[in-house]
Structure formats: C-alpha cells, structure tokens
C-alpha cells in the first residue's frame, strides 16, 4: 500500500483544513486508517483511526476530539481528516498510516506510512 497525503497549508486560528490521503493497491477497505502528527521538536503523536470496513467507528485523540472528522471513502481509496476550530498547537506536519490492525496505527507502528503534508496555524 502506497500512500500520499494532501492538503496541509497555511491557516489562521480558528479555520479549517481538510487533509486527504490517497491509497494505492488492493483490499483498501481491509486496513485501518488514521492520522498521526509531529510537531517541530516533539516527538510524533497519534491524531485519529478509522476502523477498516465500511462501519466507520472512529477513535480520537482526546486534544483533537470535537473539533477533527476523520472519514473514509473506500470506493475512491480515500481518507480524510477535516480539521475544524484549529489552534496554533495543531501545526504540525501530519501523516496518514495504514494498517489491517487498528490499535498499530494507534501506538504509531503502522505497517505504512505516508509522507507528510504541513499544517500550520497562525495565531
């Protein structure tokens, strides 16, 4: 599975991105997909999952909860992270992960990884 996320920019406090990440090869809907993210000197953390299949239960981290969407789309191999309410503490580069079991993605040892894609949010 190779993966590619989009979507990151510049944002003021306050607004909202929508992050995407694109999935190539087979059996899209048998993994897990989350988000995970880093912040300039800090180590990398576990943002959202989404549980493989088209049942849609998510999990979240609890400085991301009510304010981040995390949604799969798995006729089109896509994920999403809609980011709402952002604060400056949100800039980060974030990551899209992969895997067949939820709790890897979760503890940051996901079988894949995807490059990167820069949120910053100006206060």
């Known amino acids: 599975v190779q993966l590619q996320a989009s979507g990151g920019g510049l944002v003021q406090a306050g607004g909202s991105l929508r992050l995407s990440c694109a999935a190539s090869g087979r059996s899209f809907g048998s993994y897990a997909m989350g988000w995970s993210r880093q912040a300039a000197g800090k180590e990398r953390e576990f943002v959202a999952v989404?549980?493989?299949?088209?049942?849609?239960?998510?999990y979240y981290a609890d400085s991301v909860k009510g304010r981040f969407t995390i949604s799969r789309d798995n006729d089109k191999n896509m994920v999403y992270l809609q980011m709402d309410s952002l604060k400056p503490e949100d800039t980060a580069v974030y990551y899209c992960?992969?895997?067949?079991?939820?709790?890897?993605?979760?503890?940051?040892?996901?079988?894949?990884w995807g490059q990167g894609t820069l949120v910053t949010v100006s206060s």
């Open positions: 989404i549980k493989r299949g088209g049942g849609g239960s998510t």
């Open positions: 992960a992969a895997d067949q079991v939820q709790h890897r993605i979760v503890v940051l040892t996901p079988e894949y």
